[in-house]
Each structure stands twice: as structure tokens, then as C-alpha cells.
């Protein structure tokens, strides 16, 4: 089957702009997680989504960055007056249950990377 | 809070074996996982130890001392293909999300 996508795979804006960012994860998986890799580094956790709510949201950076996941399958990262230090990689997780069972296994899609002008 | 750490660069040779080491430090424990990660890709996951001693999956093997807050990960017979970013995890949090170590860059040359 298909595993977790991401669009767009690429995105240049402006400071300033507002962006958006999609996550298609593998069909079935209620646990949806999005992260954020900036170079050189690993992935640092932002948002949990259980189903439809967003269950922990305490990585969220500030109030500029929201998501949603309206049908409890595909999620939307929001960024509104876009910054340079929002420059990084996100990447979207998904797992059938919370952390991944027993072998914690959380599939992630391949980023979509995100510059700042 | 947790903090994970890893040797940030290690190189070996085809045909070798590595291994590369994790410390941990955290508030409440469920276990450590393994991630790989090829330059421009997905981390993939590789194991996960929830209780003390090796695991072991094909060429790669993973091994938690839980007293220690320590792991590793040992790769064999190494290829090509291995040269990748190897990141250590720990779950935590009502969510379970993942704490990434830095990130261990593994060179395997020819």
C-alpha cells in the first residue's frame, strides 16, 4: 500500500506569506504526528493528532503555526507571517495507535521542505 | 525534559562493522528506537528496545541497558547502501511523540 505522502515536496516563500502544508497519511492510521527537521539535526516534534483533535500541540513554536486534520485522515500545517528561522524540513508521521504499538513504529513521508526568502 | 546523545560522524569501511552508541536522559522511560535516513528522504524505522539486551534484525542489531541509559546500534557487514544519518529516539509524552537524538552521519567507503 502507500505510504505517507506529502505535498508540496518543495516550497519557496516570502517572509511575511502564509503557507500551507499537507500530509496524506497510510489509510487507516488514527495517530498522526508532524515534525520539524532543521539541517544537521534530528526531528523535533510539533503536533499530535489522535482522530479528528489535536490531542498535543505543546510543540507548536508560537500562535503563527496551527494545523488541522478536519476528517481524521488528511492534516494541514498552517503558517501565517512566515519567518526566515521557519526555514527547516516538516515532516508528517503516522501510526495505527498512539506511538506506534508495541514497536513504537511511527512511518514518516518524505518532508516537504520549506524555504524562507 | 529528554536529551539523547550520539557521536555526530562515523566512517567505516564495506564489509565492517560499526557501532554506533546513544545516551539518554528522561522523565519516564518506554524504551529507544532506531531511525534511518538517507540524505533528502523519510526516517525509516529500524528497531525498538523496550527491556535490557539485544535485539536482532538481519544485519542490524540493537541493544538497550536500561541501568545504564544507554544503547547502541550495530550495523554488519556493512554497504554502500548503509551511508546514511542514523537517529536514536525515545517516545514520550502523553502522545508518545518522538525525541530525535542529533543524528550519527555513518560514511561506508569502498
Known amino acids: 500500500g502507500a505510504g505517507v505522502s506529502q505535498t508540496p515536496s518543495n516550497k519557496v516563500t516570502e517572509k511575511g506569506k502564509y503557507v500551507e502544508l499537507r500530509c496524506d497519511p497510510i489509510?487507516?492510521?488514527?495517530?498522526l504526528y508532524w515534525y520539524r527537521q532543521s539541517l544537521g539535526q534530528g526531528p523535533e516534534f510539533l503536533i499530535y493528532?489522535?482522530?479528528?483533535?489535536?490531542?498535543?500541540d505543546s510543540g507548536l513554536p508560537n500562535d503563527r503555526f496551527f494545523a488541522v486534520r478536519p476528517e481524521g485522515s488528511v492534516s494541514t500545517l498552517k503558517i501565517q507571517r512566515t519567518e526566515r528561522g521557519d526555514s527547516a524540513v516538516y515532516l508528517c508521521?503516522?501510526?495505527?495507535?498512539?506511538?506506534?504499538?508495541?514497536?513504537?513504529?511511527?512511518?514518516f513521508g518524505p518532508g516537504t521542505r520549506l524555504t524562507v526568502l | 525534559g529528554q536529551s539523547l546523545e550520539q557521536p555526530s560522524e562515523v566512517t567505516a569501511v564495506e564489509g565492517a562493522i560499526v557501532q554506533i552508541n546513544c545516551t539518554y536522559q528522561?522523565?519516564?522511560?518506554?524504551?529507544l528506537s532506531w531511525y534511518q535516513q538517507h540524505d533528502g528522504g523519510a526516517p525509516t524505522f529500524l528497531s525498538y528496545?523496550?527491556?535490557?539486551g539485544l535485539e536482532e534484525t538481519g544485519r542490524f542489531s540493537s541493544f538497550l541497558s536500561r541501568s545504564d541509559s544507554y544503547g547502541y546500534l550495530l550495523l554488519q557487514e556493512l554497504q554502500m547502501k548503509d551511508s546514511a544519518s542514523y537517529f536514536c529516539?525515545?517516545?514520550?509524552?502523553?502522545?508518545?511523540?518522538?525525541?530525535f537524538g542529533s543524528g550519527t552521519q555513518l560514511t561506508v567507503l569502498p
Open positions: 508521521a503516522s501510526s495505527l495507535t498512539r506511538g506506534g504499538g508495541t514497536y513504537n513504529e511511527q512511518f
Open positions: 489509510s487507516g492510521h488514527t495517530a
Open positions: 493528532f489522535q482522530g479528528t483533535g489535536a490531542a498535543d
Open positions: 528522561t522523565s519516564g522511560f518506554y524504551g
Open positions: 528496545n523496550a527491556l535490557d
Open positions: 529516539a525515545v517516545p514520550s509524552g502523553s502522545a508518545r511523540q518522538l525525541t
